[in-house]
């Protein structure tokens, strides 16, 4: 299984961005998928989750601000952030496998989200 995050980088505050994570090795229709983060100094975090039947559900920090969504045809798992505040910097890795509580066992490299004030 291999899960291959992409799209962070540096933005000023009030700023979007795109993540994404290519899935393969697994039946990508079948998962529920999250972001998870760790901000420099803190414990990861779960950010959103989304079930096979596009169920979400969020971290009050981003709720209105953060939109998960997935491509079934694409195995391919998105993260858009619009609003980014400084708090948001952070680490941002997509999972595969768990429930809208608990990560699963599938884990991406992490892609560095920067947000400048």
């Known amino acids: 299984v291999q899960l291959q995050a992409s799209g962070g980088g540096l933005v000023q505050a009030g700023g979007s961005l795109n993540l994404s994570c290519v899935v393969s090795g697994l039946r990508f229709n079948a998962y529920l998928l999250g972001w998870y983060r760790r901000a420099p100094g803190k414990q990861r975090e779960r950010v959103a989750t989304?079930?096979?039947?596009?169920?979400?559900h969020y971290a009050d920090s981003v709720e209105g601000r953060f939109t998960i969504s997935r491509d079934n045809d694409k195995n391919t798992l998105y993260l858009r952030m619009n609003d980014l505040r400084p708090e948001d910097t952070a680490v941002y890795f997509c999972n595969a496998g768990g429930s809208p509580l608990r990560p699963g066992n599938h884990w991406g490299q992490g892609t560095l989200v920067t947000v400048s004030s």
């Open positions: 989304i079930s096979f039947r596009y169920e979400r």
